[in-house]
């Protein structure tokens, strides 16, 4: 045998290249000589790395992946201990592993019964639009995974496939938005439906396989129990496709990750001290979580450092995002805008930016304020987020003495 590659990025580039040619039409045992003149043995950690980068920088279809992973176990028979060998913590109730897993099945199942019927064979434009809107529930899945799981693999250092997925989803979001206005829209031709549609569906399949056959083992071999403790906690906030709540009882946690500082907390006991007042940890933290919104403050160095949490939050934001980077807070088409909003703070630009958005029965009101001390000096960037539909549809008046 030739001799062996033992660089791991060399390695895993040759591994690629074997890849692409089975993807380009070689034969098994072309490619299977091939391999052995420069592999003794390759892990499953190698194969998924490589296949990996062949869906994020080459842009092969993830199904054509999945159709020639037969191939690839028969060139890498005896050299491979377990080719994408299944999750384990997939198979805990209630796990995140298993419920992403579960949540898959739903949308696959909500495809394969209310969706592509009704558009195969002929258009039941009625029955589309019930099955789009159940779809809609794909939200909470693609919520969870952004705003719970992608923080600590970037806190692992792993940021570019949490972007690239969440550009996806994104792009799943459109995709589903504009279907269900074709599907509603009866000027719009049966085929433009029907082709928008099936390219809905091919999407969230191919985001269903990145999920299972990158994403999940990526988890695995990255979280410790206690981030996955800490992941399952946190998803409560946002909800589920499932329709019981799954029961996970959580370990102790063991990551040393940002402490959650809590009233009954021996750390948390003591007064703090303010120019205009004295207040204790438990009132502040009561006080702040009363306000009817939402507060997020990013120190000078970009990163969360706290956000009150309320009972109805407009937006997710689970503890994991203490100490993310506020540029990995917002999806790949949007987080430009905020970079540029900091960069005017920093720079003395600007000392606020507002927004508003129409979000079903609310207008929510966006707003950025730069954090300066007396000096002048920037400190940090305040979010503040609102629910101003209550405001806007006051009238009249109403004094203290009024019954």
Known sequence: MSELINNSQIRKEALKNILKQLHEGKSVDEVKAEFGKYFAHVSASEISEAEKSLILEDGISPSEI????????????????????????????????????????????????????????????????????????????????????????????????????????????????????????????????????????????????????????????????????????????????????????????????????????????????LPSGVLTVEELTAMLNTLPLDMTFVDKNDQVKYFTEGAERIFPRPRSVIGRNVANCHPPHSVHVVQKIVEDFKNGVKDHEDFWIRMKDKYVLIRYFAVRNEQGEYLGVLEVTQNIQPIQEITGEKRLLSD
């Not at 009704?118 to 789009?132: D, M, S, T, V, Y």
């Not at 082709?195 to 988890?219: C, D, H, V, Y």
């Not at 990255?222 to 906690?233: K, R």
């Not at 496709?241 to 029961?247: I, S």
Request: with cysteine; charged share 30%; aromatic share 6%.
């Open 66 to 273: 999945q159709k020639l992973c037969d191939v690839h176990a028969a060139i890498f028979e005896g050299s491979v201990e377990d080719i994408h060998r299944e999750n384990d913590v997939a198979k805990i109730p209630g796990h995140p592993a298993y419920v992403l897993v579960e949540e898959n099945r739903i949308i696959e199942r909500i495809l394969q019964t209310d969706i592509l019927p009704h558009i195969q064979g002929g258009l039941n434009r009625a029955k589309l639009l019930e099955g789009l809107q159940a779809l809609s529930k794909i939200e909470l899945h693609y919520l969870k995974k952004e705003n719970n799981i992608f923080p600590y693999l970037e806190k692992h250092g792993i940021t570019a496939p949490p972007q690239v997925m969440w550009g996806v989803d994104d792009e799943i979001r459109a995709q589903l938005k504009e279907a269900k206005s074709l599907a509603g829209d009866k000027n719009v031709p049966d085929s433009e439906v029907v082709s928008k549609t099936e390219a809905l569906a091919g999407k969230i399949r191919e985001m269903i396989f990145k999920e299972e056959n990158i994403l999940l083992p990526m988890l695995k071999e990255t979280f410790s129990e206690g981030e996955w403790n800490e992941i399952a906690e946190s998803s409560r906030e946002i909800g589920y496709m499932l329709d019981e709540v799954p029961k996970f009882a959580p370990g102790p946690a063991k990551t040393a990750g940002p402490k959650q500082v809590k009233s009954d907390d021996p750390s948390a006991e003591g007064d703090v001290r």
